[in-house]
Structures are given as C-alpha cells and as structure tokens.
C-alpha cells in the first residue's frame, strides 16, 4: 500500500521533528537510509514474487536504529568515549550485517552510557538522552537512545546489548519490548567494549520493538544460524505454562523497595492469567535472589576456565591510551576537568574494591551456580517466571547515582545466562511505562515471547508518548 520510500521518509521526518527534545539519535544517516529505499522499491516493481522476497529478505525496506556501541560501516563507535571521538566503524558488526542483508535500513546510530556501564545514558561525547514520557526521567541504559527512539515511534527495531540490564531498563523506562536472549546464541561481535573472559557469557545482543511480534522475526535473523537452539518453532500453548511469580528480591539492603504501582500492575498480570487461561500461578521465594547484587558483581568479575582474569574497567576507560587513575579522574571531576562521567568513576573506584575480598567473592561464585541450578529446576522445559523489571519506575535524570544498584533486578539474569523479555504493561499514575519481566530457562526464548504477545494484547503494549 506504501512505497519504502514513503516509510523512511516518515520515519526521518518523525526523528527530525522529536530528536532535539530527546536527543536520541546522535548520528544520523537519512541519505544512504533514503537511497536504499529507493533500492528497495526499484526490487520490488521489477517484481521477483512476495514468496522469494519474504524469504530472502523478511525485513525487506524495515527503518531500524543501532545503539552506537556497534559498529555500522561509516557511523562513530564512541561508546561514549571522549578519547575515542574521532572513531569511525569500517565494517559492520555481525548482527547489524545480518539486518542489513535481510533487508533492513538503518537511520542512524543511537546514544549509549558511557562505555555502556550505567543504567543512565549520558556522556561527555553527545550528552544525555530524555525519556518521551517525561524528558525530566532517565532512558535506562546502556542501550537508553533505543529504548527512547522507539518509544517516540522513530524506528521499527533496535539493536541492543545486555550484561547487566542494558535491554531490558531502557525497554521498561520507555515502554517498549526486549529481549535478552539465552547466552552464547546471538553473536556480540563488533561492538565496543565487547566481552573478554568469563564475561562473554553474561553479554548479550538482542532486538528491541515497539511490538511484540517484531520481536521473534528480528531475532531469527540476529541469530543466523545458531537460532534452531531457542525452539522458535515450537508452538507455545499458554495454558500449559507453569507460572511463577516473586514480587520483590527479598528485601536487598542495597536496592530501593518495589514500587507499591509496580507491584500492582504485577497483580494484575497474574489475576489475568489465571482468569482467562484457567492457569495457577505459583508464589515462589527464592532467597539467594536477595545477594542478586553482589552475585552478579562476583561473577562479573571472576575468572574464566582457563584463569583468564576479567577486563579492568579502568583499561577499558584508557581505551589503549594512558591508564585512568579513578582517584585522579574524580578530583578532575569535581572541578570540571575530567573527559568522564561520574558514574564511570564511581565504578572504577568500585572494582578495585570488589577484588579485595577474595575468599568472600568465591563464596558468591558458588551461590550463583547453586541459585543458577535451583533456576533451571524451578523453570524446567515449561515454566515462566514474573518478576519486577526494576523496583522503580523511570527516576529523574542523575538520581540513580543515589541508589546504584537497583539494576540488580535485570542483572541477576544475565549471570545465570536465562532468556528474559521484557514487556510493558500500560502507564501509571504519572503518565510513566510500567513493566515486568518473563523469565524461562536457557533455549526456551519461545515461552517468554508467546506470553509477551499474549499480555500485550490483554495489557496493551506500547503508548504513543503524550496521548494520555
């Protein structure tokens, strides 16, 4: 009914009108987005058949955004580094060739924390992005310019990365779906910083969407070939689901308390489902989930089989260059000085705090792995648990520094390397995205999708921002 053209038109026209307030995108590429369209549609009026196209090409003429920590031929790869400006990608990363030769365009590259490890995205590079909901509320991070450039209807699909929650806050903070699929599936090749050590099998890439169906689609071809792994093709049949349901992480000294809205609309899901698909959903306490914060720090930074140490974030902060001295960089900081964001030298001074107590970092290595089995038995081949996206919903811009570690919610799960998607669930009292996580056991991505697809035509999904 519309020429590729016409889609991409729209889409530029709608970031041109809403990126200055939400300073998302931070590098466009609207005439190379433009022209392939053109190409798109020349494909189509020479006519190959709908069948051939749709199976060589699913995303045939589909406007996308990559957070900028990915490499996308001709686009900055800053990762928000102020020594790594002048950074230009000469290639494309995996996943972003793999959306490329399905079909898909991209419009641009989108803002990112600061070497991608703060849930709040801002850096000395392209400054911070805003929430379309509030533009006084933070995105999330590290992938906030997605969560906040689909939220604004400017992009179809995003491409995200995930070691602590970095899908799956901004998809929650903006009201989008994400998911994180199960560990070691979808390649990270091509994005800055990647993963080195025990840590590759806590990142991962994964699609964002404003819609629940795109979500499967974009991951197959995320995938490539190793999607046969995550059981896409098996009909989920919802009533069969065992549910389980936790409501907070049992009280965590070092995370906020659970928002009375949050917990609500978590109620909500599981009168819902147990109205209308008969189901019963299982209360559940799982008590190592309350160390959620110190587990994932343990194991983060913990070394891999072959004795292989974790990289240093202080490296990562030199990017090759001069070494970076926490100390230094926060009293540089506190008079205007430094090129670095507060929270990327609050955890540079963090880390050389977590290796000091090594007999106490072993112990929350072994309880990741007792918690990670105690998972995968409570879950089995068929269960799908319901917990808190984050205890929060989106915080005012800089107050996460006040409570750091409430990404545990998301965190948790990504050293236990299990598929998350997270879904949203409406808007609550001030007009901000409300949300909750689902949870299944390694390879069984396909749960947790049907049953986001399933709440998200009882709950509603996406809400264009300023409707209310």
Not at 399 to 425: E, H, K, R
């Amino acid at each position: 009914q519309v020429t590729c053209i016409e889609v991409v038109e729209a889409y530029v026209e709608r970031i041109k009108e809403v990126n200055p307030l939400i300073n998302a995108v931070v590098k466009d590429r609207f005439e190379e987005a433009l022209q392939e369209a053109q190409q798109v549609d020349k494909l189509l009026s020479e006519g190959p058949g709908d069948d051939y196209l749709e199976e060589k090409f699913p995303l045939l003429g589909v406007p996308i955004t990559v957070k900028e920590a990915f490499s996308l031929y001709g686009m900055p790869n800053t990762s928000g580094l102020v020594n790594r400006r002048n950074v230009i990608a000469t290639s494309d990363a995996i996943v972003v060739s793999r959306l490329k030769q399905a079909g898909a365009i991209p419009l641009g590259v989108t803002n990112c924390s600061e070497l991608c490890m703060w849930y709040e995205s801002s850096n000395r590079v392209y400054g911070r992005t805003n929430n379309p909901y509030d533009l006084q509320r933070i995105v999330g991070g590290s992938s906030g310019g997605e969560g906040s450039v689909l939220a604004a209807a400017c992009s179809v699909v995003g491409v995200g990365s995930d070691i602590g929650g970095s899908i799956r806050m901004p998809a929650f903070f903006n009201g989008v779906f994400g998911h994180k699929p199960t560990t070691g599936v979808v390649p990270n090749d091509g994005q800055f910083p990647n993963a080195h050590g025990v840590r590759t099998s806590y990142l991962c890439t994964g699609p964002m969407c404003r819609y629940a169906e795109d979500l499967e689609p974009v991951l197959r071809v995320m995938a490539g070939p190793g999607v046969s792994k995550l059981k896409l093709n098996e009909k989920v049949s919802l009533e069969k689901i065992k549910f389980h349901c936790m409501d907070h992480d049992g009280g965590s000294i070092f995370v906020s308390p659970v928002d009375k809205e949050i917990l609500q609309a978590q109620k909500k899901v599981v009168e819902h489902l147990e109205s209308d698909l008969g189901v019963q959903v299982q209360r559940v306490a799982i008590h190592k989930m309350k160390y959620s914060f110190q587990i994932w720090s343990a194991m983060m930074s913990s070394e891999d089989s072959e004795g292989q140490e974790a990289q240093r974030f202080t490296d990562l902060l030199g990017d090759h260059g001069k070494p970076v001295w926490p100390l230094w960089e926060l009293m540089k900081w506190l008079v205007g000085m430094s090129s670095h964001t507060l929270p990327a030298i609050a955890l540079g001074l963090t880390e050389k705090l977590v290796n000091l107590n090594v007999s106490g970092k072993a112990k929350l290595v072994s309880m990741g792995k007792s918690l990670q089995e105690e998972m995968e038995a409570l879950l089995g081949p068929d269960g799908v648990l319901l917990y808190p996206s984050h205890p929060t919903i989106a915080p005012k811009h800089n107050s996460p520094i006040c409570m750091p570690f409430n990404f545990a919610y998301t965190a948790i799960f990504n050293v236990l390397g299990l598929p998350v998607t997270q879904c949203p669930l409406g808007l609550g009292s001030e007009g901000l995205p409300l949300g909750i996580q689902l949870v299944a056991a390694a390879y069984n991505d396909h749960l947790t999708l049907a049953v986001a697809r399933y709440l998200e035509k009882a709950f509603g999904g996406w809400v264009l921002p300023g409707k209310v």
